[in-house]
Structure formats: structure tokens, C-alpha cells
């Protein structure tokens, strides 16, 4: 998923369609649009004073949030960004949910089961109500769902439905998906946003073009509703005592919009906020010094990649691709710009997401037995000499401005590579020129840079979209155009076993192919980090923080 400030492309977006064509997959009943004046500049709107003084219940009357950016609006369908995630999550509910160690715990769904390889069946709660309190049926969820499943909605999370044939009500509280083939990644993509269920009724009847908007909020069913909500300035949400589940602590929550990363960390100084998430990984230290803050970080289960278009030349040389993989500093990166909070990038996918294979640290110890191209700059030299422009060449990267995570590694790589002879240029464009770049897959794509966070814990997430041919075209993620059949039959293999062991064995004999190949160059994997004032706390913050009701889970006075 992409990161939600618009000007570094929001994390997810409808072209990653063709990506995941075949087999992957992955608040309030009314509200009011509100008269008051927008927040000012610090977003810390008319509420002189935060977290107010929590009863002797342990009730917290009101919080305040901030967010780099807000969302345009609050159906999922049209929108898919970590900002519009941090806001519905606490709105709305799916059937099924991450737990705080990145497992699946039941949401909506008391009980789940995969009943033959392509039939998952579902049992909704009997006690789970909409906002209006109505209650949660089968129709809901089926409708909800369903409604991606049609390509004449345009849905921008349609991609997370391509396995699937159906979604029927066989039951007042039983739901029933069949996929069209076996597909391993499908049992997350009902803990997802896309997975987010509304009233058949309000879908039914409602203005699709207004829908999310502050005139037709979607009503949900989580522990809050939405009460006020003025794109680009803040969303006020207040406890819904009628949730299903334990309630959260705080009856009130303000989350204001604050883009400048620095106006963010002075509300936070003179406590104009209470915390805040999606903090900028090189400025971490800026907000670990601040007084009565604490700042907490996690895996993000994220990295930085650099792909090259095989299409294009020299790219497609072996020898250009190791000679650009050995120039590139990794530790060094990880040390200026991380601060040292990340990893070396070996393959695309961070060790972490193999938690459903194999330990974490089990893969580490795989990816060290893979080709290394470690920093070394004689290697580098050497391996050009053996390419078809031994005398070196030129060639303009893109990059986002303000995306610093991107950007640092590529000024240091060009510095780098000037050294053997190869001038790289790099260009700060605006999101949507990057974005076009990227995606429309033009002749020419040279070299190109991604930074991605997993939508769901599996080591297939990201091959399907930097190393399967299905990406190699527009809407692909794939712009190294990097086309193997024996990696596609991998991942498929990957994507259709159930068994850990067989699954082990085809992820690491295609990251074997892929790294000898080098087919990307992942930078780092790096960490996620937020702030919260020192007297409260958060214990349930993870890498899915934007796709959990993070306010009740373990969120309160310390």
C-alpha cells in the first residue's frame, strides 16, 4: 500500500490492476457537514486544550489527532490511502480483522472456515449492528463486497476480488465466496478496507458519486461513528456504545489534517495534538527528542526498490544490473537516512512477511545465502568493463518530491556511478507525473523507484507485483518489464498451495532466479513510527495501523 500524502502517490491505487489479474487476490448513519471555521495552520482547530481528563471509568472525553493528509473521501471503493485507512478502520469493519501480531482474529465474523480449496465460509455475529442499529445481516456483507466485483464501479480495490466467482448469502447470518481457483492470499482480503461492509440498503439506494462525501457518509458498524467530516481539515468521530465488541476509551476523537512535517512536530511540542501516526522515517530523531512524547516504531513490512527496464537499453545487460547493484550503499543509506532503523533490501520482500511460511529469521538466513552485490565500487568498475558500454552512458531517474525515503538513495547511488563513467540525473516531479511514469508503461521506463508497504502478511504479496509478467505492462508494478516463465510458474505455485512446505520451497527457488537475475534492487526495508504524548499509550500500533480500530487496542492512560 502506498503512502497517503497525494504527493507521493497514495499507497494503492485501481492500476495495479492488471498486477493481480488472474490470481491475486489483496461511518455514521448521518452526519453533520459542519459550519464551524477550519482548523488553523497547526491543525489544532478550536480545541484549546487535548485529551481531556479521563473519568474515573478510565473514559478519555476527547482526543486529537493529526494525519499528514486526510482523506477525499470515506468510501473505500473510491479511495485506497493509509490516511483515508486511519479514519474508516475506526467507522467501519470487515468480517475479518488483524489481530496485534499481524494474525487473523474475527471481526464481523464470529467464525470462519475454508471448507475445500476454493470455498471459505463465514458466520456473521448475531449481535453485530450498523450505526443506525440495524442489524448486520448476510445481504450486507454480500452486497458490500459484491459490489467490487463489478467492473462498472470502477472500484479502486477491485484487484483484491480478481479470484473470486461469487459471494452469496446462504444464510440470514452465513456468507459463502467461491474462487475461481485456488487462491492463498484470498483468506486475508476480508480483514482488509476492502473488505469494509456497509447496509445493502444505503448501497442500493445512494449516489454512488456522493458517496463518502460529508453529504452521505457509509454507515458502519465499528466502535466509532462519524460525526463531522471536512476533507482537508478534520474528521470528529464519537464512541458508538452500541459496538459489538469492548469499547475504546476516549468518547470523542478529533483527527486533523497537518501536512508540513514540521508544523506536525511543533502541535505535538506545544500539545495541540495528542499523537500522531505516518512519521516521516528520516525525521524520527527530530521527534524522539521532544519533552512528555513517545515515540514508537515498528517493522513496516515495507521497502524501497529499484527496478530496470530490461526493454531498455543498457538496463537489460547483466553486467550494467550488477554494476548498479554494487554501487549502491545500503548500510550507508540505512545509517544517514534511517538512522539505522531498517534493513539491507535483498529480495523484495521483507523477511517479516514470512511469518506464514517460515520464521522471520529463518528467512534472513535464506536471503544470506543469496548473491549479496554488496557496496563495492572496484566490482562495480569491473563488471561494466564487461558490459555492451564498458566507457559508461546516461540516464534520468524520477522521483516524487518531498518522498526523502526515495529520494537520499538515489542521490547517493548517482554520486556513485559517476565514478565509473555512468551520469545519472535525478528529477523531482510532482506525484502525478511520477505516478504517470511509472504506471502507463512506456517505451523507455530506464530506471525507476518504489516505495511499498504489504497489504497483507505473505511472502507472495510482493512478488506478484515487481517479478510476475502480469505486471509488465500498464498498471503494473513491474517496470523492470523483467519476464521469466519459470518465476511466473513459482509464484503461481505460491499463490495456489496451501502447504507451508511446498510454498517454502517455490518462494525460494523464484527469489533465487529472480536475485541472480537481478531482476529489482531493493534499497531497505525500513521502519513505521508514530508519536504519542508520554501519559497515554498504544499498545496495539503495528505495521496494519491504518487497517485496524487502532483506538481501542490497548489505547488509554498509562
Known amino acids: 500500500m502506498f503512502n497517503s500524502n497525494p504527493s507521493t502517490l497514495c499507497r494503492g491505487v485501481s492500476l495495479r490492476l492488471v498486477v493481480l489479474l488472474a490470481a491475486l487476490l489483496l461511518i455514521a448513519a448521518a452526519c453533520s457537514t459542519g459550519d464551524d471555521e477550519p482548523t488553523d495552520a497547526t491543525g489544532g482547530g478550536a480545541t484549546e486544550t487535548t485529551a481531556a481528563a479521563g473519568?474515573?471509568?478510565?473514559?478519555?472525553?476527547?482526543?486529537?489527532?493529526?494525519?499528514?493528509?486526510?482523506?477525499?473521501?470515506?468510501?473505500?471503493?473510491h479511495e485506497w490511502t493509509t490516511g483515508q485507512g486511519v479514519v474508516v478502520s475506526l467507522a467501519q469493519?470487515?468480517?475479518?480483522?488483524?489481530?496485534?501480531?499481524?494474525?487473523?482474529?474475527?471481526?464481523?465474523?464470529?467464525?470462519?472456515?475454508?471448507?475445500?480449496?476454493?470455498?471459505?465460509?463465514?458466520?456473521?455475529?448475531?449481535?453485530?449492528?450498523?450505526?443506525?442499529?440495524?442489524?448486520?445481516?448476510?445481504?450486507?456483507?454480500?452486497?458490500?463486497?459484491?459490489?467490487?466485483?463489478?467492473?462498472?464501479?470502477?472500484?479502486?480495490?477491485?484487484?483484491?476480488?480478481?479470484?473470486?466467482?461469487?459471494?452469496?448469502?446462504?444464510?440470514?447470518?452465513?456468507?459463502?465466496?467461491?474462487?475461481?481457483?485456488?487462491?492463498?492470499?484470498?483468506?486475508?482480503?476480508?480483514?482488509?478496507?476492502?473488505?469494509?461492509?456497509?447496509?445493502?440498503?444505503?448501497?442500493?439506494?445512494?449516489?454512488?458519486?456522493?458517496?463518502?462525501?460529508?453529504d452521505l457518509i457509509p454507515i458502519g458498524t465499528g466502535p466509532y461513528r462519524v460525526v463531522e467530516f471536512i476533507p482537508g481539515d478534520r474528521v470528529v468521530l464519537e464512541r458508538y456504545d452500541g459496538y459489538w465488541g469492548e469499547n475504546g476509551p476516549a468518547k470523542q476523537i478529533t483527527i486533523t489534517q497537518i501536512p508540513d512535517p514540521q508544523q506536525r512536530l511543533l502541535a505535538m511540542r506545544d500539545g495541540d495534538i495528542d499523537g500522531t501516526f505516518d512519521?516521516?522515517?528520516?525525521?524520527?530523531?527530530?521527534?524522539?527528542?521532544?519533552?512528555?512524547?513517545?515515540?514508537?516504531?515498528e517493522p513496516a513490512l515495507g521497502l524501497v526498490v529499484l527496478t530496470l527496464d530490461y526493454e531498455t537499453h543498457p538496463f537489460g545487460d547483466i553486467h550494467v544490473r550488477r554494476a548498479i547493484a554494487h554501487s549502491l550503499d545500503q548500510e550507508g543509506l540505512i545509517s544517514a537516512v534511517l538512522k539505522g532503523r531498517g534493513e539491507r533490501g535483498t529480495v523484495v520482500s521483507p523477511p517479516d512477511t514470512w511469518i506464514p511460511v517460515i520464521p522471520g529469521?529463518?528467512?534472513?538466513?535464506?536471503?544470506?545465502?543469496?548473491?549479496?552485490?554488496?557496496?563495492?565500487?572496484?566490482?562495480?568498475?569491473?563488471?561494466?568493463?564487461?558490459?555492451?558500454?564498458?566507457?559508461?552512458?546516461?540516464?534520468?531517474?524520477?522521483?516524487?518530491?518531498?518522498?526523502?525515503?526515495?529520494?537520499?538513495p538515489l542521490l547517493s547511488l548517482a554520486q556513485n556511478l559517476e565514478t565509473i563513467g555512468v551520469t545519472m540525473t535525478v528529477e523531482e516531479v510532482d506525484g502525478a507525473t511520477w505516478e504517470e511514469t511509472y504506471f502507463t508503461h512506456e517505451p523507455g521506463l530506464g530506471m525507476q523507484v518504489m516505495e511499498y508497504s504489504a497489504d497483507f502478511v505473505d511472502p507472495v504479496n510482493y512478488p506478484t507485483l515487481f517479478l510476475w509478467?502480469?505486471?509488465a505492462g500498464p498498471g503494473g508494478f513491474n517496470t523492470s518489464n523483467y519476464v521469466n516463465e519459470r518465476v511466473d510458474e513459482l509464484i503461481a505455485v505460491a499463490l495456489a498451495e496451501s502447504d507451508p512446505?511446498?510454498?517454502?520451497?517455490?518462494?525460494?527457488?523464484?527469489?533465487?532466479?529472480?536475485?541472480?537475475?537481478?531482476?529489482?534492487?531493493?534499497v531497505y526495508y525500513f521502519?513505521?513510527?508514530?508519536?504519542?504524548?508520554?501519559?497515554?499509550?498504544?499498545?496495539?500500533?503495528?505495521?496494519?495501523?491504518?487497517?485496524?480500530?487502532?483506538?481501542?487496542?490497548?489505547?488509554?492512560?498509562?
Not at 98 to 118: I, P
Not at 279 to 297: R, S
Not at 372 to 394: I, N, R, W
Request: net charge negative.
Open 55 to 77: 473519568t474515573a471509568s478510565g473514559d478519555i472525553d476527547e482526543i486529537t489527532w493529526a494525519l499528514p493528509f486526510l482523506p477525499e473521501t470515506l468510501y473505500v471503493p
Open 93 to 214: 469493519e470487515g468480517l475479518l480483522a488483524f489481530d496485534d501480531d499481524l494474525k487473523l482474529t474475527g471481526a464481523l465474523a464470529e467464525s470462519w472456515e475454508q471448507v475445500d480449496n476454493v470455498t471459505y465460509v463465514y458466520t456473521i455475529r448475531e449481535n453485530a449492528t450498523f450505526h443506525d442499529g440495524s442489524p448486520v445481516t448476510a445481504e450486507d456483507v454480500a452486497a458490500s463486497m459484491s459490489w467490487n466485483l463489478d467492473p462498472e464501479n470502477f472500484s479502486f480495490v477491485d484487484f483484491f476480488y480478481f479470484p473470486v466467482e461469487s459471494i452469496e448469502a446462504t444464510g440470514d447470518l452465513e456468507v459463502t465466496v467461491t474462487l475461481f481457483e485456488p487462491d492463498v492470499t484470498w483468506q486475508y482480503i476480508p480483514a482488509l478496507m476492502a473488505g469494509f461492509v456497509m447496509p445493502a440498503s444505503q448501497l442500493a439506494s445512494a449516489d454512488i458519486d456522493l458517496l463518502g462525501t460529508p
Open 279 to 297: 512519521l516521516p522515517e528520516t525525521e524520527i530523531d527530530q521527534w524522539q527528542a521532544l519533552d512528555g512524547v513517545d515515540v514508537i516504531t
Open 361 to 408: 529469521d529463518d528467512a534472513r538466513s535464506f536471503y544470506a545465502t543469496l548473491p549479496q552485490y554488496e557496496f563495492d565500487m572496484e566490482k562495480a568498475a569491473a563488471e561494466l568493463a564487461q558490459s555492451a558500454v564498458p566507457d559508461g552512458f546516461e540516464f534520468t531517474v524520477q522521483v516524487p518530491g518531498g518522498a526523502d525515503i526515495m529520494l537520499n
Open 469 to 471: 509478467s502480469l505486471g
Open 501 to 522: 512446505a511446498a510454498r517454502e520451497a517455490a518462494l525460494k527457488e523464484m527469489f533465487e532466479i529472480a536475485r541472480e537475475d537481478v531482476a529489482t534492487i531493493p
Open 527 to 558: 521502519d513505521t513510527g508514530m508519536a504519542i504524548r508520554s501519559d497515554l499509550k498504544l499498545d496495539g500500533f503495528n505495521a496494519f495501523y491504518y487497517n485496524i480500530p487502532w483506538a481501542i487496542r490497548g489505547f488509554g492512560p498509562k
